[in-house]
């Protein structure tokens, strides 16, 4: 079975830090994908990130960046110089390759103040 | 609009009820799909669509729970008999093509079910 583990249910930074959100996953499969939504106060899951399991390149998207480390079963996402836009509830979620379902974390709150 | 629509926004309804909850995906996706998010906790996957069938039921909880998209476009999802447990916000989402190895999923902004 497919699990995905969120430890951090509520991260609290100031405008500017960085902020690291932990992401562990559970498979038997050889060939699976990894993402990151992110839900804003509104609730639509707006996609953020896609990576499958044979690119374990780290990624890096204007403030955000992702780390991928299939040794430790972790997709770490990070935000650099957090802004009060950034508060939301941030999932991780896993693919089957061969699936149509993805299974979700628990989802880390993120609270930038300013 | 151009998004996933989902209606009604919030729904309250007494236990043993029916409820029909409707998704307006993105014109032009082939792909549906329907969660269900309990407070605090990552949506859980219900069913996808490929096209006017079911793909994957996999997720319905039990036989009080069915979605139809009988033109290959919007969705309904009903739920009969409705218990204080269906309590959630329903999501759909939509995708170009379907599977998740294939990229993105479009979600609309959920229907709340509250349930008395």
């Known amino acids: 079975a497919q699990k995905v583990t969120q430890a951090q249910t509520e991260i609290s930074v100031v405008e500017k830090e960085d902020v690291t959100l932990d992401c562990v996953y559970e498979?038997?499969?050889?060939?699976?994908?990894l993402f990151w939504y992110k839900q804003p106060p509104s609730g639509e899951l707006v996609f953020l990130i896609r990576?499958?399991?044979?690119?374990?390149q780290n990624e890096i998207s204007g403030r955000y960046s992702w780390n991928f480390q299939k040794s430790t079963s972790s997709f770490n996402f990070t935000i650099t110089a957090s802004q009060v836009v950034d508060s939301a509830v941030y999932f991780c979620?896993?693919?089957?390759?061969?699936?149509?379902?993805?299974?979700f974390g628990g989802g880390t709150r993120v609270l930038v103040k300013p | 609009g151009a998004g996933v629509s989902q209606t009604p926004s919030n729904k309250v309804t007494e236990k043993g009820k029916y409820v029909e909850l409707r998704c307006d995906p993105i014109?032009?996706?082939?792909?549906l799909y329907w969660y269900r998010q309990s407070l605090g906790q990552g949506p859980e996957f219900l069913i996808y669509?490929?096209?006017?069938?079911?793909?994957?039921d996999s997720g319905l909880p039990n036989d009080r729970f069915f979605a139809v998209r009988p033109e290959g476009s919007v969705s309904t999802l009903k739920i009969q008999r409705t218990e204080r447990g269906d309590s959630a916000v329903y999501l759909c989402?939509?995708?170009?093509?379907?599977?998740?190895?294939?990229?993105?999923?479009?979600f609309g902004e959920g229907s709340r079910l509250t349930v008395l």
């Open positions: 979620a896993l693919g089957e390759a061969a699936g149509n379902k993805l299974t």
């Open positions: 014109s032009g996706h082939t792909a």
């Open positions: 990576r499958n399991s044979f690119d374990e």
């Open positions: 669509f490929q096209g006017t069938g079911a793909a994957d």
């Open positions: 498979t038997r499969d050889t060939t699976y994908y």
């Open positions: 989402a939509s995708s170009p093509y379907g599977g998740t190895n294939t990229g993105e999923l479009f």
